[in-house]
């Protein structure tokens, strides 16, 4: 099973099973998941814990509640920065909008 991670937001073209999948999720499911207890919902939600099965043990994680999705990496690397390093400073740089610079002393 190949399982596709994307690398940027613009990553540009995308594999063929990523375009298939969104058109078969769109045109068959369309449903917003966990935004209800329809059967489209419900539908998504499936998917949604499919995927994070298949990232599992793709990962040879213990518990499907080890996976987790964020809305982009400057996200995903606070969690992990703030989970493993136990006195941390974390401050928004001034240089751009969507910088994130994190520093520890202790490192």
Not at 69 to 92: D, G, M
């Amino acid at each position: 099973m190949k399982i596709y991670l994307d690398n940027a937001a613009t990553t540009f073209p995308k594999p063929q099973k990523v375009y298939t999948s969104m058109m078969n999720y769109m045109m068959n499911i369309g449903a917003n998941p966990r935004r209800g207890a329809s059967t489209l919902s419900l539908a998504g939600n499936r998917v949604i814990l499919n995927c994070r099965y298949a990232i599992m043990d793709f990962s040879h994680f213990d518990k499907v509640e080890n996976v987790i999705f964020t809305p982009n990496v400057t996200t995903s690397l606070n969690i992990l920065i703030k989970s493993s390093v136990k006195k941390r400073y974390i401050f928004h740089c001034r240089c751009c909008p969507d910088c994130w610079c994190a520093t520890n002393r202790f490192l």
